[in-house]
């Protein structure tokens, strides 16, 4: 029996499982910011007190940038408390288990979605996740790609313009792709739409989230929101366009709260990808939708 851990900026996740990925039983917690890293050891030092067969193997997907070979957290950039903090160590010294892994969520997710997710078909396989933040993950051959240290893919901080001597401060991926970027761009909007808008109807007096709208908007023919999904799909496509460059991936998989847009935003970064890559590296690698959903962090720290 093995142990799953998602430590995120909004969720904790805790299940148990198998070494395919398959999970047994699941705790799942909303987090306390203001209990901060002490709330959330809290809670899975009591979780782990439930389990009653002692576990082989114990994996953590963490929302931040980690060291995985030793198991410390760099920071978290959503919950206090983190920086330094040697979890490994921590689970360790309560589990009496040795075999630990820490990695960063975006990675394990990666890993989740290569082995027994969507990409499970393909060798080479890049991840992105478009949530608060926009993050990546590299696996080749059902093993996460680590570069030196910190070693993360970390293509939302990718420059689209880069800053410059005159104080423009520049824009990255994540300025533009992310879930609050979005958001941002549509309460932009709003004041310029016409009353019978349906993107302005569906968002309403929303204040955070307003992305979530794009999708029903976009069934109903709002021309808005598919110029705003064409423009995710594009710029999305460009960041990824590195990626295919560099690593060659056989399979791009979009993941996190801003893919569940579907299929309008896969079909966008897919006519979008072929304009950035050189036609030598034509065709342009595929482009699938992330099927795990909420399980892809759980299902990839049980197969680390």
């Not at 398959?22 to 809670?43: M, S, W, Y």
């Not at 549509?186 to 992305?211: C, F, H, M, W, Y």
Request: aromatic share 6%; proline share 6%.
């Amino acid at each position: 029996m093995r142990i799953g851990i998602e430590i995120g900026g909004t969720k904790l996740q805790i299940v148990t499982g198998d070494n395919n990925g398959q999970i047994i039983h699941r705790h799942r917690f909303a987090v306390d910011k203001e209990r901060g890293a002490t709330g959330i050891l809290e809670t899975i030092e009591e979780t782990l007190r439930q389990v009653a067969e002692t576990p082989t193997a114990i994996g953590v997907g963490f929302g931040g940038p980690v060291d995985w070979r030793t198991g410390r957290i760099a920071t978290s950039h959503q919950v206090p408390g983190w920086g330094g903090f040697n979890l490994a160590e921590w689970l360790r010294e309560r589990t009496n288990v040795d075999n630990i892994r820490i990695e960063n969520d975006a990675n394990v997710a990666a890993l989740g979605e290569a082995v027994r997710g969507v990409a499970s078909s393909f060798n080479q396989v890049f991840y992105v996740t478009l949530g608060s933040g926009v993050g990546g993950g590299m696996v080749v051959d059902g093993k996460i790609y680590h570069g030196a240290i910190p070693g993360e893919a970390e293509i939302g901080h990718l420059w689209l313009v880069p800053p410059d001597a005159s104080g423009n401060p520049g824009q990255t991926i994540e300025q533009t792709c992310s879930g609050w970027a979005v958001d941002r761009q549509i309460r932009e909007l709003l004041p310029q739409l016409d009353a019978d808008s349906p993107l302005k109807r569906l968002v309403g007096n929303t204040v955070g989230g307003e992305a979530r709208s794009l999708h029903p908007a976009y069934e109903q023919s709002d021309p808005v929101a598919r110029m705003l999904i064409e423009q995710i799909g594009s710029v999305l496509a460009f960041g990824l366009s590195h990626v295919v460059h560099l690593f060659h991936p056989q399979a791009i998989v979009l993941g996190g709260g801003l893919s569940l847009i579907g299929e309008p935003l896969r079909a966008a970064v897919r006519t979008a990808l072929p304009r950035f890559v050189m036609s030598a590296f034509h065709p342009a690698p595929i482009v699938l939708l992330a099927k795990l959903g909420e399980d892809a962090v759980p299902v990839g720290a049980l197969l680390l």
